[in-house]
């Protein structure tokens, strides 16, 4: 089933004409869950790995021996699937209550010392061929595959995340690796990925406020103070956030602002603008020869967010938020977002990346 954006709830330009100078293209990725195969563009499915080549892994020393089975964080979520589809009652019995107890339990792998390549988890794979806004690869590559460490213990201040971005031919890859090592423990369950199918939509985007012109960001940032203004009123007079359910496709929508409605689209998605709503914009420029970077990836923890849910598919109006609005299982520092950069001179330089 594709998924498709609403329509915006104004036209932002014909508030602000400038912000046409201002305007791009992003895919939004929709991942939704399923079984993709190596094959498919795809969060937490089988990569296209070739069988003769060493999997990735991370060489940091850090102690990695104790932590949560991947399988007993996968069942975990089985267990409070089940208990949402429930309609008469939504807790638990005693009998899930003990297994999720027994599957919340953490372990330790005496034999993984601290210095031990651990294998990284494979995140995601991107074909050129379902992403219209995937930046080039280097060298003819039409294949991006992401893999991060299951444990933030990375970089001088001991708990940064550490990635890693891999372009490939996929023509060239004839015998797949069927059995990639996973770690046996992992630090953080929002490192897990469930396997999730796209459903790549390309639609219109729009700069960052905080990077707009300083007029035209002025302008808009008094606009929003209005609507604001406006919201708070509704909310005050018990307009609930967001509606769920059934009722949602007929619930009043709050009045909407730039960041949040107009502007940069929530989810993963592919290029386009970032947002820099936790940190005020900053240079993110090529390590190796300095040019500005442009947005490569955008890994999310939700694909749609609370306020007015305008983002919400037309195809999943008036259904519960989850597992819609978290699709993936996969959680970026706080509930954020990780944008991921890419030098648009060579693709094939360092990429550097930012949590939001």
């Known amino acids: 089933m594709s998924r498709t954006t609403p329509p915006r709830p104004i036209d932002v330009e014909a508030l602000f004409p ?33 069988a003769d080549e060493p999997w990735p892994v991370c060489t940091e020393p850090h102690d990695h021996a104790h932590g949560r089975r991947p399988a007993d964080i996968r069942q975990e979520r089985q267990v409070q699937a089940s208990v949402r589809r429930r309609d008469l009652d939504p807790g638990c019995t005693e009998e899930e209550a003990a297994q999720l107890e027994r599957l919340r339990e953490k372990h330790r792998t005496p034999a993984a ?37 299951p444990f933030d213990a990375h970089g001088p201040s001991g708990y940064g995340m550490l990635l890693d971005l891999r372009w490939r031919r996929s023509a060239e890859v004839t015998d797949v690796m069927t059995r990639p090592p996973w770690p046996e423990v992992v630090g953080f369950d929002g ?46 007079a018990g307009q609930p956030d967001e509606a769920d359910g059934p009722a949602a496709e007929d619930a009043p929508r709050l009045p909407a602002c730039y960041q949040y409605d107009l502007s940069i689209p929530p989810g993963w998605r592919a290029g386009g603008f970032a947002s820099w709503h936790v940190t005020d914009p900053y240079p993110m420029d090529c390590p190796t020869c300095s040019a500005p970077m442009h947005l490569l990836l955008t890994v999310d923890s939700s694909e749609w967010d609370g306020g007015s849910g305008s983002w919400r598919p037309l195809e999943e109006q008036g259904l519960p938020p989850h597992p819609f609005a978290t699709p993936t ?15 648009p001179e060579e693709p094939a330089h360092p990429h550097r990346w930012s949590i939001q």
């Open 191 to 236: 490192y897990v990925p469930e396997p999730c199918v796209l459903h790549p939509e390309q639609v219109a985007t729009y700069q960052y406020a905080g990077l707009l012109p300083e007029e035209l960001g002025a302008r808009i940032d008094d606009w929003d103070a209005a609507q604001e203004e406006a919201r708070e009123e509704l909310e005050e």
């Open 329 to 343: 299982e996969v959680t970026v520092g706080r509930w954020g977002e990780l944008n991921i950069f890419a030098c």
């Open 18 to 50: 400038e912000l046409s100078a201002h305007r791009g293209t992003t895919t939004r990725l929709h991942p939704r869950p399923g079984r993709p195969g190596v094959e498919d563009s795809s969060v937490g499915g089988p990569l296209l790995w070739p």
């Open 113 to 149: 010392g601290a210095d031990d390549p651990l294998p990284l988890i494979g995140v995601a794979q991107l074909y050129s061929r379902d992403v219209p806004d995937l930046p080039a690869g280097p060298d003819g590559c039409d294949l991006l595959q992401v893999f991060w460490c």
